[in-house]
């Protein structure tokens, strides 16, 4: 196999854990953190600046689920290269839990992100996103 069609290859595969990593995200899956990411794993974004290494992606996973209900996860577009992979995703979920101070509401909330995730392996060592948080919370806060 040529150099290039090992790094497509391995792009492929990254871009294959991503996939699983919302998922996993979808159905509260946190032993899958285990596997996807390096034991040094940190992120940088928003709520989530401070979570490293597997247990605290989990803890993020958990948090996921205890401010909705049902989040369903969209890659509307990935893109890879060598060792990252940027992805463009849409979350709808319920709000049934407490969200940025507000109390849990039941609205349906949509909300979009730019992620771009770093591997070392076949593992995630970095993820640096951007979430739409405002445009989040002022669903959740409309009258």
């Known amino acids: 196999m040529s150099t290039e069609a090992r790094t497509e290859a391995r792009t492929e595969a990254h871009k294959d854990a991503i996939r699983r990593l919302y998922k996993g995200l979808e159905g509260g899956d946190v032993d899958l953190a285990d596997e996807l990411f390096t034991a040094d794993f940190v992120t940088s974004e928003g709520l989530h600046q401070n979570v490293t290494g597997p247990q605290g992606f989990k803890d993020a996973i958990r948090g996921v689920h205890s401010?909705?209900?049902?989040?369903?996860?969209?890659?509307?577009?990935?893109?890879?290269?060598?060792?990252?992979?940027?992805?463009?995703?849409?979350?709808?979920?319920?709000?049934?839990?407490?969200?940025?101070?507000?109390?849990?509401?039941?609205?349906?909330?949509?909300?979009?992100?730019?992620?771009l995730f770093r591997f070392t392996g076949d593992r995630i060592s970095e993820r640096h996103a951007v979430v739409d948080r405002l445009g989040l919370l002022q669903q959740v806060r409309a009258d």
């Open 67 to 115: 401010a909705y209900t049902d989040p369903r996860f969209e890659i509307l577009d990935m893109v890879g290269e060598g060792d990252e992979v940027m992805v463009r995703w849409r979350m709808r979920a319920t709000h049934t839990g407490e969200l940025m101070g507000v109390p849990a509401t039941g609205r349906q909330v949509s909300t979009e992100a730019f992620a």
